[in-house]
């Protein structure tokens, strides 16, 4: 039985601290100057609870208030007010971040929730979304017109992290990474200038911004490509766990055999207490086409499920199809490994962590203990030339992702499930590294990443290029005030 190194972390803050005067003060200056567009809320408000409330419990902070900006002038306003008392502060978007204090704080919240136009212009087969969205809103809105976005595969997050972090989606195979469409950013800079930002106008910031988070100023909208968008065929199957053989040859083969473009596909190791005593497996399926081609899923289908959803549907519909809300209002950590291949011995050791953590942290409170393994071709970053966005930092060669998701319900646990987390990620990455992968400098993906990952193993040779960019665009450091992938 391994057992556990406690790795320290942020933790939520469990009982409201009294406002910070110099906080309280530089709420107080924000309410005078900006318009009537934005407002500013107080503990106690439905607005100020739903600004600080994050889709994880332990990503929440008691802040001192909140500002709803309705413009990016005031959230310039808002920027230079905060830069010039030093106070802390934090941006959220969809808040769907599980690392404590990288939307929360305890200064001044920014929430981005007036930030919610979706603009398809079809002369351009463009479309810009406002930061304040989930990806539930963005689809919505394309429906009508038939047209989609690489986006987000779960339909509750928020836009803005996955935008500006990289972006993986149902359509990478076919159109890369989210920032690899992107053509265009409206962004507030840390000196309370509204900037557009494209690669003809600015190409060093419009490289470090995507990727580089909240480094270089507050992004308020996004210009990306639009693609025709018809029916897809997939959705979820949930197979027990007495089926882990059949369930791996299926994946091996996958990997190895399939390279159409259109099909997508997640297999998740998965202990869910609500569901059953043991892991089971839950496979996600998508193919961008009413029907999928013979073959492709086939193995998977004939394996005898506990809950099958699958059909011909909407884009908008197989989103929606995920079980996105089981863990609300519940603590959550995510972490990440990346490989380049997933091997049977791989496998094998996913599945043992799923079953060896979900009896270890039983009695922490342990509600849900998953392994997300995702699969694109390794062609996926080719869609972007090199060089062209702060993540990832290298196209070389193809990653797999691997997200590690922990869920329970006490406070007490917080370091006990973290540690976990890091533990079982190093071990699957010794595993693959065993096998003979070379991942020593594989990059991770920061919106998987646990808090303490240094930066380094996110942006890699990305670094100098953003910190020049940073030193340019922020010299004062202003959002050094707020959390983050901190450069």
Same mark, same amino acid.
């Given at each position: 039985?391994?057992?556990?190194? %406690?790795?320290?972390?942020?933790?939520?803050?469990?009982?409201?601290?009294?406002? *910070?005067?110099?906080?309280?003060?530089?709420?107080?200056?924000?309410?005078? $100057?900006?318009?009537?567009?934005?407002?500013? !809320?107080?503990?106690?408000?439905?607005? !100020?609870?739903?600004?600080?409330?994050?889709?994880?419990?332990?990503?929440?902070?008691?802040?001192?208030?909140? +500002?709803?900006?309705?413009?990016?002038?005031?959230?310039?306003?808002?920027?230079?007010? @905060?830069?010039?008392? *030093?106070?802390?502060? $934090?941006?959220?978007?969809?808040?769907?971040?599980?690392?404590?204090?990288?939307?929360?704080?305890?200064?001044?919240?920014?929430?981005?929730?007036?930030?919610?136009?979706?603009?398809?212009?079809?002369?351009?087969?463009?479309?810009?979304?406002?930061?304040?969205?989930?990806?539930?809103?963005?689809?919505?809105?394309?429906?009508?017109?038939? +047209?989609?976005? %690489?986006?987000?595969?779960?339909?509750?997050?928020?836009?803005?992290?996955?935008?500006?972090?990289?972006?993986?989606?149902?359509?990478?195979?076919?159109?890369?990474?989210?920032?690899? *469409?992107?053509?265009?950013?409206?962004?507030?800079?840390?000196?309370?200038? %509204?900037?557009?930002?494209?690669?003809? *106008?600015?190409?060093?910031?419009?490289?470090?911004?995507?990727?580089? /988070?909240?480094?270089?100023?507050?992004?308020?909208?996004?210009?990306?490509?639009?693609?025709?968008?018809?029916?897809?065929?997939?959705?979820?199957?949930?197979?027990?766990?007495?089926?882990?053989?059949?369930? =791996?040859?299926?994946?091996?083969?996958?990997?190895?055999?399939?390279?159409?473009?259109?099909?997508?596909?997640?297999?998740?190791?998965? #202990?869910?207490?609500?569901?059953?005593?043991?892991?089971?497996?839950?496979? @996600?399926?998508? #193919?961008?086409?009413?029907?999928?081609?013979?073959?492709?899923?086939?193995?998977?289908?004939?394996?005898?499920?506990?809950?099958?959803?699958?059909? &011909?549907?909407?884009?908008?519909?197989?989103?929606?199809?995920?079980?996105?809300?089981?863990?609300?209002?519940?603590?959550?950590?995510? =972490?990440?490994?990346?490989?380049?291949?997933?091997?049977?011995?791989?496998?094998?050791?996913?599945?043992?962590?799923?079953?060896?953590?979900?009896?270890?942290?039983?009695?922490?409170?342990?509600?849900?203990?998953?392994?997300?393994?995702?699969? /694109?071709?390794?062609?996926? !970053?080719?869609?972007?030339?090199?060089? &062209?966005? $702060?993540?990832?930092?290298?196209?070389?060669?193809?990653?797999?992702?691997?997200?590690? #998701? #922990?869920?329970?319900?006490?406070?007490?646990?917080?370091?006990?499930?973290?540690?976990?987390?890091?533990?079982?990620?190093?071990?699957?990455?010794?595993?693959?590294?065993?096998?003979?992968?070379?991942?020593?400098?594989?990059?991770?993906?920061?919106?998987?990443?646990?808090?303490?990952?240094?930066?380094?193993?996110?942006?890699?040779?990305?670094?100098?290029?953003?910190?020049?960019?940073?030193?340019?665009?922020?010299?004062?450091?202003?959002?050094?005030?707020?959390?983050?992938?901190?450069?």
């Amino acid at each position: 039985m391994r057992g556990l190194i %406690v790795f320290s972390l942020f933790t939520v803050l469990a009982i409201a601290k009294p406002a *910070n005067a110099s906080a309280t003060n530089a709420c107080n200056m924000i309410a005078n $100057a900006v318009s009537s567009a934005s407002d500013v !809320y107080w503990p106690g408000s439905i607005q !100020y609870t739903n600004d600080v409330s994050h889709w994880a419990n332990s990503s929440s902070a008691v802040s001192t208030c909140s +500002v709803e900006p309705g413009t990016a002038e005031d959230i310039g306003v808002t920027l230079q007010i @905060l830069g010039s008392t *030093n106070t802390s502060f $934090a941006v959220k978007g969809g808040g769907h971040t599980t690392n404590a204090g990288f939307s929360s704080t305890a200064g001044v919240q920014i929430a981005m929730s007036r930030f919610s136009d979706v603009v398809y212009d079809g002369a351009t087969q463009t479309v810009s979304y406002g930061m304040g969205l989930t990806w539930n809103d963005v689809y919505s809105a394309l429906e009508p017109y038939s +047209v989609n976005v %690489v986006g987000g595969r779960v339909s509750d997050v928020g836009v803005a992290g996955v935008s500006l972090g990289g972006g993986y989606s149902w359509l990478t195979n076919q159109y890369g990474l989210v920032v690899d *469409n992107i053509v265009g950013f409206e962004i507030v800079l840390p000196n309370g200038q %509204v900037t557009n930002v494209t690669e003809a *106008n600015d190409p060093d910031l419009f490289f470090s911004v995507k990727g580089g /988070y909240n480094n270089f100023g507050i992004v308020t909208q996004v210009t990306t490509r639009a693609y025709p968008q018809g029916q897809v065929w997939g959705g979820i199957v949930v197979i027990g766990g007495d089926q882990w053989d059949t369930i =791996n040859a299926a994946t091996t083969k996958f990997q190895a055999e399939v390279t159409d473009p259109k099909a997508a596909l997640q297999v998740i190791p998965a #202990y869910d207490a609500a569901l059953s005593e043991t892991p089971v497996a839950f496979v @996600l399926m998508f #193919y961008d086409g009413p029907s999928t081609p013979a073959g492709i899923f086939d193995d998977y289908l004939a394996i005898p499920a506990l809950n099958t959803d699958l059909s &011909t549907r909407s884009f908008l519909s197989l989103v929606q199809s995920s079980p996105t809300h089981s863990t609300n209002s519940t603590r959550v950590v995510f =972490n990440t490994a990346s490989v380049t291949t997933i091997t049977t011995g791989l496998l094998d050791a996913i599945v043992n962590e799923t079953q060896f953590w979900s009896q270890e942290l039983s009695n922490q409170s342990a509600t849900f203990i998953s392994y997300v393994i995702e699969f /694109y071709l390794p062609s996926l !970053y080719q869609h972007a030339a090199a060089n &062209t966005s $702060a993540y990832p930092p290298t196209r070389a060669q193809g990653l797999l992702l691997l997200e590690l #998701y #922990y869920a329970w319900d006490l406070p007490g646990a917080d370091a006990i499930m973290q540690a976990a987390t890091v533990q079982s990620a190093a071990h699957l990455k010794a595993v693959a590294t065993s096998e003979g992968q070379d991942i020593s400098d594989a990059p991770l993906y920061g919106n998987y990443a646990i808090a303490g990952t240094p930066v380094e193993q996110i942006f890699g040779d990305s670094l100098p290029r953003m910190r020049a960019t940073k030193e340019r665009v922020d010299p004062q450091n202003i959002m050094g005030l707020t959390g983050g992938w901190k450069i």
